[in-house]
């Protein structure tokens, strides 16, 4: 029952303490969890980006009061990470969920849901015994969303893998809409 939240967005202005005047999160700052470290885990805990996507999906693209920039990160494993352990957790968020930017981790018997490329990174991570789950949108949209958003550098072996895992869908996410991936960078 344990919950983290935060609801940072990836083009509000950072609250951060040292952070310039105006300086805005941008994705990399938007985590509700960042991991720096090595051999950190984590278990039976929900980690969430409580960013109210979904409003503002619903809005006109020319509603001046429409928010640009909306990747809200619910964990994002950074630079320095490396060995990260995740079981029994759950991951929720909207746009770019799940951001493995770094090293090795594992994400075992684990939820995470999200709608755009809410599984991204150039991190080497494994998903075992999982669901992933798309998430509706504030409006539809085709395609829907991607699920992962890999940018596994050529030089890696692997990038993301997933085993025994099970992709989900919210009921008024449209049938054939969710493509699988697409690359986030030209690596």
Known sequence: ???IFYNAYAGQQST?????PGQIWGTTGSGTV???ATDVQLHNITVENSFDFLANDKLDVNNPTRINNTQAVA???DRGSDRFIA???NLLGYQ???FVNSGRSWFDNSFIAGNIDFIFGNGNAVFTNSEIK???RGKLYFPHGYIVAPSTQISQDYGLTFIKCRITRDA??????VPLGRPWHPT
Not at 172 to 177: A, I, K
């Open 1 to 3: 029952s344990t919950r």
């Open 16 to 20: 951060e303490a040292g952070a310039t």
């Open 34 to 36: 960042i991991v720096r």
């Open 75 to 77: 964990l994002h494993l």
């Open 87 to 89: 079981n029994k957790i």
């Open 96 to 98: 770019d969920t799940l």
């Open 134 to 136: 798309t998430l509706a």
């Open 172 to 177: 008024s996410v449209p049938d054939n809409s």
